[in-house]
Nanobody, 122 residues
């Protein structure tokens, strides 16, 4: 498994932006597809998006498409989630996760960070 640590969460007003980072260690980062997920209170963990091993392909949930962008820097062992035009419904704990291949089901990811809180005020 790879160890993951998220950072960059916080409180932002609706319409604002945040960039989350997820730093990886322990394994060869470029061997992993990286996913972002979120979980709001009382709700199940939700797929946000993922990025391929070389960063060439991304895929997003409809709810964030056009507002969120995932990127990665394999030299820095870090994946990013740029969130623009944030809405109150984006409020959640955001997690990064890793797995060898592409998937949207969180149950198939075997390495997880501890999460970072994002709160969007109206």
């Amino acid at each position: 498994q790879v160890q993951l640590v998220e950072s960059g969460g916080g409180l932002v007003q609706a319409g604002g932006s945040l960039r989350l980072s997820c730093a990886a260690s322990g394994r060869t980062f470029s061997n992993y597809v990286m996913g972002w997920f979120r979980q709001a209170p009382g709700k199940e963990r939700e797929f946000v998006g993922h990025i391929s091993r070389n960063g060439g392909t991304t895929y997003y949930a409809e709810s964030v498409k056009g507002r969120f962008t995932i990127s990665r820097d394999n030299a820095k062992n870090t994946v990013y989630l740029q969130m623009n035009n944030l809405k109150p419904e984006d409020t959640a704990v955001y997690y990064c996760a890793a797995r060898p291949g592409i998937a949207t089901n969180p149950e198939t990811y075997d390495s997880w960070g501890q999460g970072t809180q994002v709160t969007v005020s109206s």
